[in-house]
């Protein structure tokens, strides 16, 4: 073991560099799913030791073969069992009591087959936690090296030669990607410095796998293939640690489901229930997540160039140049869709091309037409774009000469590679000789519209990581509910404004109020926390004998609706009138962590889900953001000269609720404000009724 290695985690070690390999139920048949580890080792020329493990041959594909992993000279570091599910259990306290490092289950049939699955699950988790032993799986088609012959997989599409080998390291949840991504990216030139399924993540996580290879000099960056986010507090500090590191991880993740969101007690949970926190979660963390597989193989190069934004608005100004025009525009309109602008050449910049005597015309891009399939001609226009102010990036999209004559077009874009600011290029044709030269070269370089602008989009998407939030420990159910007064008394602690509000006994009169009419009246009690479904509210009240008759009215509908129902209070509040109405809310979701949500509020919050996430806690500056990508705001942002809303109110509101995301001390799960009343420009912002939820 070389001193960079030793020096690395030991899962690093067992589980991409092992010196000895133990195949529990290797088959002498290599067609068999049990017979192709023990092939494709030997194909790949896997320097270490292997053990072929079957207590029922003598010999297993030519090879000695060993009754037992105790029958073993050696402790191995690391254990493949490709046994039958009913074995799995035995063969893993067996690997515990030997002191194994690492063990790799093949076999499904766990948690996810129903409850004698679970308990088979539970008895791995607690193998693992009682002893040293490490679990990947079950449901693990395993792992490969490509740098040092490891195929150790059951995969059958390693049985291709040859891996190719690159800087990305590929984690998936399920098995057959890394079968099918080696394939693909073969087939497009792309090779790969390590891939493994982690299965059902019983033990060892994406997150936590992916961690302790960060100090493996051959890995420059992560491919991630995701179908949850479970263990999201090891992928959490994975992502923030390769951010920090500046190492890329690429995403491509599908989508959650709604489950959740059906059984969520606020309007926070079912709005944001759903793959918005996914989405949120992994570019609030630095991570390029993209919409199509394909991207996943194109975008490194691309993310490799592009710093970390400080804010999602920024290196969005974008820059292209063609040699036809009908490929750009399939670009200019693929970026469209994904909320990018197509940058057109200032005047400034004009004026040099005109100097250097550049042809072609320049509108939204700048058409080379045919005379950009001269060297001369594309290098010079890519040297001035390069320089031009207005451009945070370059797309040179290349027609019909880059599949035959690559070194007119495609080449002086390679000789432009060297410059500080990024540069992509989008072959319209099938030249899988410029793409090769391209890829090898390490450019971002791209076969489609959808990809290219997929690629950028999802790169300018990704956020710098901020502090994390402390989440409140995992509860039972959905938390006991604050009283509206009670959530009033938590909101003044955040500095977050309400409405005035003053409370009465339900069963009595109500006295004088601190404010004037007309006023609303609403139930105020912890086990009702949705008043509207029980009658609980009464508007317009205009005097006090109307407020009296509220009370009544309030006394009625509980009985009939709410009968039994514990309610000893009502809430009074002077009625008050905004620009617009919002929604903000606060939640942990349980993969996740603590997250903050911004909506469009009142009526509108389920019916046009029109609504911005982040993780919690945010800054004045991300809450601005927020509130930039809810179109319902658009309507009181100042536009064609109608009336403004106190928008900078309604950043520090967003950022002081989610402070509840760094003080765990109050034990709230979810909190929510709905509606917030946006005020007129100066007015602020006030909240007319509130939610919160407590860990039981």
């Known amino acids: 073991m070389t001193a960079s290695l030793a020096a690395m985690p030991s899962v690093c070690q067992t589980l991409l560099y092992p010196r000895s390999i133990a195949l529990v139920g290797a088959s002498d048949d290599v067609k068999k799913t049990g017979g192709r580890p023990l092939q494709f080792l030997r194909h790949s020329g896997f320097a270490g030791t292997i053990y072929p493990i079957n207590p029922n041959r003598a010999h297993v594909q030519g090879e000695q073969a060993w009754p037992s992993l105790a029958a073993l000279p ?50 791995l988790r607690a193998i693992a936690r009682n002893s040293t032993l490490r679990i990947l799986g079950p449901s693990s088609l395993g792992v490969v090296n490509p740098h040092n012959g490891l195929v150790l997989t059951a995969n059958a599409a390693f049985a291709e030669p040859d891996v190719p080998r690159g800087k990305v390291f590929v984690a998936s949840h399920s098995g057959s990607m890394i079968g099918a991504l080696v394939s693909r990216g073969k087939a497009r030139g792309v090779g790969f410095a390590g891939l493994v399924s982690v ?45 920090r590191r500046g190492k890329p991880v690429i995403a491509y993740k599908l989508g959650r489901s709604s489950a959740a969101a059906e059984m969520a007690a606020t309007h926070t949970g079912a709005l944001a229930g759903e793959d918005d926190i996914a989405d949120a979660f992994l570019k609030d963390l630095g991570i390029v997540r993209v919409d199509m597989l394909e991207t996943l193989f194109e975008v490194f190069p691309l993310a490799q160039k592009v710093p970390l934004q400080s804010h999602s608005m920024a290196g969005k100004r974008i820059g292209v140049v063609t040699t036809t025009g009908g490929g750009a525009a399939m670009v200019v309109d693929q970026l469209g869709l994904r909320g990018i602008t197509v940058q057109p050449v200032s005047d400034a910049t004009l004026a040099l091309l005109k100097a250097a005597q550049v042809p072609g015309s320049a509108g939204r891009v700048l058409d080379l037409t045919l005379a950009g399939t001269r060297y001369e001609v594309m290098k010079s226009v890519l040297d001035i774009m390069l320089e031009a102010p207005e451009f945070d990036m370059v797309v040179a ?33 099938d030249a899988p000789q410029a793409l090769a030269a391209l890829t090898q070269a390490g450019m971002p370089c791209f076969r489609t519209p959808e990809s290219c602008a997929d690629a950028i989009a999802a790169v300018l998407a990704r956020r710098v ?21 009670q959530a009033y008394q938590l909101l003044d602690r955040l500095q977050v404004p309400h409405a005035p509000a003053a409370t009465f006994a339900l069963d009595g009169l109500p006295g004088p109020l601190p404010f004037d009419f007309p006023v609303v009246a609403k139930v105020c009690s912890p086990e009702i926390p949705h008043k509207t479904e029980v009658g609980g509210v009464v508007l317009g009240i205009q005097n006090q004998e109307q407020l009296g008759q509220a009370f009544a009215t309030l006394r009625a ?68 953001e927020m509130i930039a990508e809810v179109k319902l705001l658009q309507t009181v942002s100042g536009l064609r000269g109608k009336a403004r809303g106190d928008l900078e109110a309604l950043a520090q509101a967003i950022s002081d609720l989610s402070q509840l995301a760094l003080q765990p001390e109050h034990g709230v799960l979810e ?26």
């Open 74 to 123: 050696q402790v191995p570091d690391h254990v493949f069992v490709l046994s039958p599910t009913e074995t799995v259990i035995d063969t893993v306290r067996e690997c515990a009591r030997l002191g194994v490092p690492l063990v790799t289950i093949l076999a499904s049939g766990f948690s996810e087959s129903g409850a004698e699955g679970v308990q088979r699950e539970a008895e």
């Open 199 to 243: 299965g059902s993540e019983v033990d060892l996580s994406i997150g936590e796998i992916c961690a302790a290879t960060l100090d493996d000099p051959a890995i420059e960056g992560y491919a991630l293939f995701l179908e949850s986010l479970r263990h999201g507090d090891q992928l959490q500090a994975f992502a923030r640690e390769a951010a």
């Open 397 to 429: 999209v290349v027609g019909s000469s880059a599949r035959f004559q690559p070194d007119l077009a495609v080449k002086p874009i390679m000789d432009s590679a060297g410059h500080a600011k990024p540069l992509v290029t989008m072959l319209v044709p």
């Open 465 to 485: 990581p901020h502090t994390p939030g402390q989440s409140v420990a995992a509860a039972q159910g959905t938390g006991a509910a604050l009283s509206e007064a």
């Open 557 to 624: 509908n509980l009985a009939a609706r709410a009968p039994g129902v514990a309610c000893s209070e009502v809430l009074v509040q002077p009625l008050r009138k905004g620009l617009t109405e919002v929604l903000l809310g606060y939640r942990i979701d349980p993969d996740a962590g603590p997250i903050i949500m911004l909506a469009a509020g009142g009526i509108w919050a389920e019916v046009m889900r029109d609504r911005s996430i982040r993780l919690a806690p945010v800054s004045v500056d991300t809450a601005r």
């Open 671 to 696: 909190a929510e404000v709905n509606p917030l009343m946006v005020m007129p420009e100066g007015q602020g912002v006030l909240a007319v009724d509130a939610l919160v939820l407590q860990a039981r």
